[in-house]
Nanobody
Framework: EVQLVESGGGSVQAGGSLRLSCSAS????????MAWYRQAPGNKCELVSS???????HYTTSVRGRFTISSDNAVNVVYLQMDNLKSEDTAVYYC???????????????GGPGTQVTVSS
């Protein structure tokens, strides 16, 4: 059974930090494209960051230089280190995965429940 379980969210003040974790199981984690998405109320689902199987990373412009994606293949976990958080980072964050171009489990922000990040200014 494919599972992607997010954790690490919380409430912080602007300028603070959080580290999100996504524990994966049921698929070939090391060969997969892993990503973090987020969705704020009334907003579309947004790709925040991704990492391919070769370690290449992508960040949406608004988080570049503040967020860092990483993974530990030994324990099948992908992380999102979020520093210098801003109020506009407030959203539910979801972990998602693809293998060979196909979604593993639910795509984008359709997995659940995600982890809530709330940044107060």
């Amino acid at each position: 059974e494919v599972q992607l379980v997010e954790s690490g969210g919380g409430s912080v003040q602007a300028g603070g930090s959080l580290r999100l974790s996504c524990s994966a199981s049921g698929f070939r984690f090391a060969d997969s494209w892993m990503a973090w998405y987020r969705q704020a109320p009334g907003n579309k689902c947004e790709l925040v960051s991704s990492m391919n199987k070769d370690g290449g990373t992508h960040y949406t412009t608004s988080v570049r230089g503040r967020f860092t994606i990483s993974s530990d293949n030994a324990v099948n976990v992908v992380y999102l280190q979020m520093d210098n958080l801003k109020s506009e980072d407030t959203a539910v964050y979801y972990c998602a995965a693809q293998h060979a171009g196909r979604w593993i489990g639910s795509p984008r922000c359709l997995g659940g429940p995600g982890t809530q990040v709330t940044v107060s200014s």
